[in-house]
């Protein structure tokens, strides 16, 4: 069976993070973790698009969807950033079907239309707890994107288990973002279906060594479509090239 090539990809904190490329780096898509804490305005995504779009010219640029949609004043990101709404608290977040949260999200919409994105990431706190609500909830925001032609890649903490998760992202035409590798260093036995895989680092030393990079090649040759790795953290950049060399040699 021919192997599939992964897609590869960077989750930059902010874009001063491109200061750790190079013009060689095999840069599929750039995810943007900012606009979860700080979203910009308009010019300023704008500016921030510019700035990838000359490092890496035919890299996707996906925007993550701002807290205020997602999380609400008890789930630990708020006070983070400087843009904010008027609006009671307790009426933003948790996907909640509020004018504010519909506020919200329309910020994130304008920013993925200056990125030029179809996808947009979206982080759910431990607060949005599977059952029916959540469930409800998860669903209602991805039938309404879906409407805009926006596609959610889903990272979830919480209790939320893989036959859940796997269930809904077949059920909503999502894709779920999950660890590559456990703390340990083990990738998983599989793959689950539509599941992208985020690396963020080993330890205290947060940098990908040649046996896990391995263990990770061999099982996205197994998998049964093509998959995309995601590369997060400080050493992002020397990650990817870790990984590219492993790729390369086998």
Do not use: C
């Not at 008890?74 to 977040?93: K, S, V």
């Not at 998983?188 to 539509?194: E, F, G, H, M, V």
């Not at 950049?237 to 790729?247: P, S």
Request: glycine share 10%; proline share 8%.
């Amino acid at each position: 069976m021919e192997s599939l090539v992964p897609r590869l990809g960077v989750v930059l904190t902010a874009v001063r993070d491109l200061r750790a490329a190079r013009s060689d780096d095999p840069v599929d898509l750039v995810v943007l973790r900012q606009t979860l804490h700080n979203p910009p305005r308009e010019a300023g995504a704008r500016s921030i698009a510019s700035s990838i779009q000359e490092r890496f010219p035919d890299a996707a640029v996906i925007p993550y969807v701002w807290h205020l949609v997602s999380h609400g004043p008890q789930d630990g990101l708020w006070g983070e950033g400087t843009r904010t709404l008027a609006g009671e608290p307790q009426r933003f977040g948790r996907l909640q079907d509020t004018p504010e949260v519909a506020a919200a999200w329309q910020i994130t919409l304008q920013i993925a239309g200056v990125f030029g994105a179809s996808q947009v990431v979206l982080r759910t706190p431990p607060g949005l707890t599977p059952g029916a609500i959540g469930e409800a909830r998860l669903r209602a925001f991805a039938t309404a994107r879906a409407a805009e032609g926006i596609e959610l890649l889903w990272e979830s903490d919480g209790l939320w288990d893989e036959p859940t998760i796997t269930r809904l992202t077949r059920e909503l035409g999502m894709y779920a973002i999950a660890p590559a590798l456990s703390a340990t260093g083990r990738p998983p036995k599989k793959i689950p279906p539509r599941r992208w895989l985020r690396v963020d680092g080993l330890g205290g030393r947060r940098d990908l060594r040649a046996g896990p990079a391995e263990g990770l090649a061999m099982l996205l040759e197994a998998a049964e479509e093509p998959t995309t790795v995601l590369f997060a953290g400080p050493r992002a950049f020397e990650n990817l090239r870790v990984f590219r060399r492993v790729l390369e040699l086998g």
